[in-house]
Structure formats: structure tokens, C-alpha cells
């Protein structure tokens, strides 16, 4: 018999991603600023990253918000979706 094929992929993702070693529950926290911070911290200190880390931040943060779906609570997904601006401005984008 085959071995059981793990259903939540996307967490083991977000949890041992190659690119970017986030902090813990950084998805969860409550202010888009603290969670824009982190991404930007945790893309600058990555050597594994194939893109630049705006890139690898804001593909991260979108994975998570795809991913989450209806699982993510309609406060957090609002908190995450401004997340990417706070983003934007922490990498000088537009």
C-alpha cells in the first residue's frame, strides 16, 4: 500500500520554505507594519533566495494569502492584504 500523501503541503511550505526562513507565526500577527518588517528582514538575510527580496517577500505573503483561503478569518485576511502596501513602502515601491 502507498505511503499516505501529506494533505497540507502549503504549510510545510510556508514552514520550511527554501527561499526565506520567516519567524515564527508571522502571518498571525495583528499589524500589517510588524509582518511587512519581518518579511523584509527575513528576504535581506536570505542566501537561498532565487529572486530579489522584494520578490521572494511579496511572493511569500501572497503564497500565504492564496493558500489560506477560507481559512484565514475575513480581520486577517484584511490585515494581510495591507500587509503587501506597508510592503511596498518598506522596499520603496510604489
Do not use: C
Not at 518588517?37 to 529572486?51: G, I, M, N, T, Y
Amino acid at each position: 500500500m502507498k505511503t499516505r500523501v501529506k494533505r497540507r503541503w502549503s504549510g510545510e511550505v510556508t514552514r520550511r520554505s527554501n527561499a526565506l526562513d520567516l519567524e515564527s507565526n508571522v502571518f498571525k500577527q495583528s499589524s500589517p507594519g510588524q509582518i511587512a518588517r519581518s518579511l523584509k528582514r527575513s528576504a535581506e538575510a536570505s542566501r537561498r533566495r532565487k529572486a530579489g527580496p522584494y520578490q521572494s517577500a511579496m511572493s511569500m505573503l501572497n503564497f500565504y494569502i492564496n493558500r489560506a483561503g477560507s481559512n484565514l478569518s475575513g480581520k486577517q485576511k484584511d490585515v494581510l492584504i495591507r500587509a503587501k502596501n506597508e510592503l511596498r513602502k518598506a522596499f520603496h515601491k510604489k
